[in-house]
Nanobody
Framework: QVQLVESGGGLVQAGGSLRLSCAAS????????MGWFRHAPGKEREFVAA????????YYADSVKGRFTVSRDNAKNTMYLQMNSLKLEDTAVYYC????????????????WGQGTQVTVSA
């Protein structure tokens, strides 16, 4: 049973930065992909970024490319999302997910999800 716990959300001014963490447990993740989604009020859930655990290959939504960076620490079984140059439209609940399939991870049908962490960007 994979367990994921997000942390690091909060309130930040536009143009500022935040780093989200997703701590994973319950499995060996060498063959997994992990990702970030976000869900804003009135909008559909949106893919943000993903990373393959073994090679560290990264993938981003166009809306965050160049501003967000996904990374992982194998020793700590933790994935990070460094968010810079935050915009009002980045306000959302951010979820991490994990699956053996990169496709399922990026499509949002991954087998495991965290509980989410709120990110609010103010003007």
């Amino acid at each position: 049973q994979v367990q994921l716990v997000e942390s690091g959300g909060g309130l930040v001014q536009a143009g500022g930065s935040l780093r989200l963490s997703c701590a994973a447990s319950g499995h060996t993740f060498s063959s997994y992909a992990m990702g970030w989604f976000r869900h804003a009020p009135g909008k559909e859930r949106e893919f943000v970024a993903a990373i393959t655990w073994s090679l560290g290959s990264t993938y981003y939504a166009d809306s965050v490319k160049g501003r967000f960076t996904v990374s992982r620490d194998n020793a700590k079984n933790t994935m990070y999302l460094q968010m810079n140059s935050l915009k009002l439209e980045d306000t959302a609940v951010y979820y991490c997910n994990a699956d053996r399939s990169l496709r399922r991870t990026m499509e949002g049908s991954a087998g495991s999800w965290g509980q989410g962490t709120q990110v609010t960007v103010s003007a």
